[in-house]
């Protein structure tokens, strides 16, 4: 593997996967831009009235959707392959549902470019208002579960503000769909020999009622949890990891 203090080319974007969240999604964008950081958002079959905020980004914003819904698993490998044939090197994603904050992205991009084949995450505080608590009970066993797959402590699997290599994204093969894409990532990222580190950031919670959240608990749930078990049972198996050469 190539020496991880080597120089390597920066030029990220910043990937937002967004569904239904019109509502939220243009604030969001408005941040971004404020960055002079270049935006792509990947529409993943939005029906409410994404496509009319979209529209008033035409030339702003490199655009992408789904003509239906497949997930944010899906969105993200969308964005990471639109990303790729476009020369950026990262993708610095963030979701749109108003939680995180566009202003923190600068800070998560120096630690980026600072270590650029490092996997770069978010790191929320165990103390959130207005978060409810099977978020917190689903963010601690998903991080025990990581642990168990490759060794690493995790503070957070699940937080969508994060940088990816995207050569990294190319290498690895992440087979879940949608929720559990990010938890499954960090696994495969580690198990290619991917340094990860974390960053400290700050998340807001819009009260009950308020929220707009496309998360089923059951269904993603169920999906999560066998992920996790069949990331458990690999990493039982004596068969190396391909490693990932940058």
């Not at 990581?146 to 290498?171: E, K």
Request: proline content about 8%; hydrophobic content about 40%; overall charge positive.
């Amino acid at each position: 593997m190539n020496n991880p203090d080597s120089p390597v080319a920066f030029r990220p974007v910043v990937l937002m996967p967004t569904y239904n969240n019109a509502g939220t999604l243009e604030a969001v964008m408005n941040g971004v831009a404020g960055l002079n950081l270049p935006i792509m958002v990947v529409d993943d079959g939005s029906t409410d009235g994404t496509a009319t905020v979209l529209a008033r980004w035409d030339g702003r914003a490199i655009r992408l959707r789904h003509p239906v819904n497949r997930g944010k698993a899906a969105a993200l490998r969308t964005g990471f392959s639109e990303a790729l044939a476009n020369g950026f090197t990262h993708a610095a994603t963030i979701d749109t549902d108003g939680q995180l904050d566009p202003s923190q992205l600068p800070g998560l991009l120096r630690c980026s470019q600072e270590r650029p084949r490092a996997l770069t995450l978010g790191v929320r505080s165990w103390e959130i208002a207005n978060c409810p608590p099977k978020n917190v009970v689903a963010r601690r066993l998903s991080n025990a579960a990581i642990r168990l797959q490759c060794g690493v402590r995790i503070q957070d699997s699940q937080c969508g503000l994060r940088v990816y290599p995207l050569d990294l994204m190319r290498h690895i093969r992440v087979k879940s769909n949608r929720y559990s894409f990010e938890a499954e990532a960090i696994t495969h990222s580690v198990w290619a020999g991917c340094p990860v580190v974390q960053v400290p950031i700050q998340c807001s919670y819009a009260p009950e009622g308020e929220r707009v959240s496309h998360f089923d608990p059951w269904r993603d749930t169920t999906r999560g949890v066998l992920r996790h078990l069949a990331a458990l049972a690999r990493s039982l198996t004596p068969w190396p990891h391909r490693p990932w050469r940058n």
